[in-house]
T-cell receptor, first 115, second 111 residues
Framework: NAGVTQTPKFRVLKTGQSMTLLCAQD?????MYWYRQDPGMGLRLIHY???????AKGEVPDGYNVSRLKKQNFLLGLESAAPSQTSVYFC??????????????FGPGTRLLVL | GNSVTQMEGPVTLSEEAFLTINCTYT??????LFWYVQYPGEGLQLLLK?????DKGSNKGFEATYRKETTSFHLEKGSVQVSDSAVYFC??????????FGAGTILRVKS
């Protein structure tokens, strides 16, 4: 049981390049999330998904797109990277039971540097 | 809107010292409250939680009590170890499925 895994661990992009971050979970969780972590600002929610085929915007969605074609995977895309997107990106997942979203489980993070 | 405020760090303590990290919140309704810990190079892990007023969450010697009257959820530990060195995040969930995090507090414990 690997939990939540993220690919890649580290990436350097030039301004204007595109890339996709992959998150995978093997816990059969309904909910999945993408956060970014910046110094002094904690974690901010980018997008989230409450089930396969559904996505929704979080607090800071601009410049990102997401897809949840399979329940176990949640992809985060940057179509045209900007230096302001330099950050550490965390994926998380959580089960849904009894009408409540339960504890979130986090991946190890992807460090992205945009030059 | 909902928000979480944590004391600024870094907090530097000697081994076996008493730890308090302050956390206060602003929220509508009755949020659930959480402390997450992030060890160097890793993702966040849930440390403890409390879902209603006066609940006490505890784990690994850490404790926090949900104080509705002061809108606080301060993290405490009686005797810290070097292995407790990490970043600690206070968070709340109020309705919906989203967590709101504080900025995080770095804890450094010296031997």
């Amino acid at each position: 049981n690997a939990g939540v895994t993220q690919t890649p661990k580290f990436r350097v992009l030039k301004t204007g390049q595109s890339m996709t971050l992959l998150c995978a979970q093997d816990m059969n969780h309904e909910y999945m999330y993408w956060y970014r972590q910046d110094p002094g600002m904690g974690l901010r929610l980018i997008h989230y998904s409450v089930g396969e085929g559904t996505t929704a915007k979080g607090e800071v969605p601009d410049g990102y797109n997401v897809s949840r074609l399979k329940k176990q995977n949640f992809l985060l895309g940057l179509e045209s990277a900007a230096p302001s997107q330099t950050s550490v990106y965390f994926c998380a997942s959580s089960p849904f039971s009894g009408g409540l979203q339960e504890t979130q489980y986090f991946g190890p993070g992807t460090r992205l540097l945009v030059l | 809107g909902n928000s979480v405020t944590q004391m600024e760090g870094p907090v530097t303590l000697s081994e076996e010292a008493f730890l308090t990290i302050n956390c206060t919140y602003t929220a509508t309704g009755y949020p659930s409250l959480f402390w997450y810990v992030q060890y160097p190079g890793e993702g966040l892990q849930l440390l403890l939680k409390a879902t209603k007023a006066d609940d006490k969450g505890s784990n690994k010697g850490f404790e926090a009590t949900y104080r509705k009257e002061t809108t606080s959820f301060h993290l405490e530990k009686g005797s810290v170890q070097v292995s407790d060195s990490a970043v600690y995040f206070c968070a709340l969930r109020s309705g919906g499925n989203k967590l709101v995090f504080g900025a995080g507090t770095i804890l450094r414990v010296k031997s």
